[in-house]
């Protein structure tokens, strides 16, 4: 069993910077995919980063490139997320998530996090 747990969401203002932190225990093996997820109040849930097992390769949803930047942690085992320059349109609930695979994706994650409140205001 895995689980997936968020931290480091909260209030700030528009141009300020969080780091949001996603801790894996269980049976995560290193290889596996891991990504960030985010849900709007009325909208789906949508895409934001993703990060290869040896977190040598990334991708972003373009809403984020340039601004947020994913990162895994030493073991390789858990995943960041840097988000600067933050804008009101980047307020939603953080997921993080994790799959196996080798390729990128934006889909198909097997494991998810309970989520955690990011709130940018103007």
């Known amino acids: 069993q895995v689980q997936l747990v968020e931290s480091g969401g909260g209030l700030v203002q528009a141009g300020d910077s969080l780091r949001l932190s996603c801790a894996a225990s269980g049976r995560l093996e290193k290889r596996y995919l891991m990504g960030w997820f985010r849900q709007a109040p009325g909208k789906e849930r949508e895409f934001v980063a993703s990060?290869?097992?040896?977190?040598?390769?990334?991708y972003y949803a373009d809403s984020v490139k340039g601004r947020f930047t994913i990162s895994k942690n030493s073991d390789k085992t858990g995943v960041f997320l840097q988000m600067n320059s933050l804008k009101p349109e980047d307020t939603a609930v953080y997921y993080c998530a994790a799959r196996g695979g080798i390729e990128l994706a934006t889909s198909g994650y097997d494991y998810w996090g309970q989520g955690t409140q990011v709130t940018v205001s103007s």
């Open positions: 990060i290869s097992g040896s977190g040598g390769t990334a």
